[in-house]
């Protein structure tokens, strides 16, 4: 059951950690500083750091904490990097043909495709990347990589092939689960319209949150399926109005400084 206080104590235990321990980079501005103020560029450099460590400082934090009580484990996640070099050769076959264009995302073709090979060559060890959020529950293992709200496609197919590497890991380790990786986006910035980012197609498969969970389709998720996410926006601004003058007095403190 989503817990408003708890979620909205991880909000003011992350924001305030960010503000104590932010270090605002030398950046002389003359120009800006006095057409718009010191105090509104502070919050400008502020408002740029904080959304470059969004993902990790407050999103990450708060999706733990929902998916707690509806997961029989939640952690980050050092995937163990072996697997068979069969595995690792149908890998490459599948990321050849998307980034050919010559076959479609399909996750569930695609986990098919490597369990085929789990047993086959010898094993292959490889570092593998951490999954921001590992979930269990019964026999299906949940891995989740938490992207900005407008993902570049530079680097995006090492991040396909990241996602297919672990589930080859994962499936090493025990053949018979079930294994999802997935894309989180926190909002959509295109609301009311649809998302909409051509950089995923063609890698992902995006249709019923098969690969790709938007805004309140991913907190809803992490819920259990409940509909929390009008309830945790409510948090957020809940949080905000209970540090309004912490804030305020932290930014004219912060925009009395001779940084800019």
């Known amino acids: 059951m989503f817990n408003s206080l708890q979620i909205e104590g991880i909000i003011e235990t992350a924001l305030r950690d960010k503000l104590r321990n932010y270090n605002p980079e030398s ?45 029989d484990e939640v952690a980050s996640h050092n995937v ?39 047993e086959t060559g010898e094993e292959v060890t490889k570092k593998l990347r951490k999954a921001d959020i590992f979930l269990s529950r019964g026999n299906t293992r949940f891995l989740i990589d938490l992207k900005t ?21 994962i499936l090493h380790q025990d053949p018979s ?32 949150q098969s690969q790709l969970m938007v805004g309140e389709e991913f907190w809803n998720f992490l819920a259990g399926g409940q509909d929390i996410y009008q309830d945790l926006l409510d948090c957020f601004e809940n ?14 403190e912060l925009g009395a400084r001779r940084y800019i």
């Not at 010191?38 to 993902?55: C, G, H, I, Q, V």
């Not at 072996?82 to 690792?88: D, K, L, V, Y």
């Not at 709200?149 to 890991?169: C, R, T, Y």
Request: glycine share 6%.
């Open 177 to 208: 689960l079930d294994v999802r990786t997935i894309i989180a986006i926190p909002y959509n910035p295109y609301e009311p319209e649809p998302y909409s980012r051509w950089t995923l197609r063609g890698m992902l498969e995006i249709e019923n």
């Open 80 to 118: 163990i990097g072996r697997f068979s070099s069969g595995a690792q050769t149908e890998i490459a076959r599948i990321m050849n043909g998307l980034t050919s264009a010559s076959r479609r995302p399909n996750h569930a073709d695609e986990i098919a495709q490597i369990r085929s090979k789990l």
């Open 27 to 71: 950046s002389h501005m003359p120009f800006h500083t006095r057409l718009l103020g010191k105090d509104r560029m502070a919050l400008y450099s502020f408002l740029r750091s904080l959304n470059t460590t969004f993902r990790t400082s407050i999103y990450k934090r708060v999706a733990e904490g929902i998916a707690a009580g509806e997961f």
């Open 239 to 252: 949080v905000g109005c209970r540090m309004r003058d912490d804030i305020n007095d932290y930014f004219k």
């Open 149 to 169: 709200v407008k993902p570049n496609i530079s680097g995006f197919e090492k991040h396909k092939q990241d996602m297919l590497e672990w589930a080859a890991s």
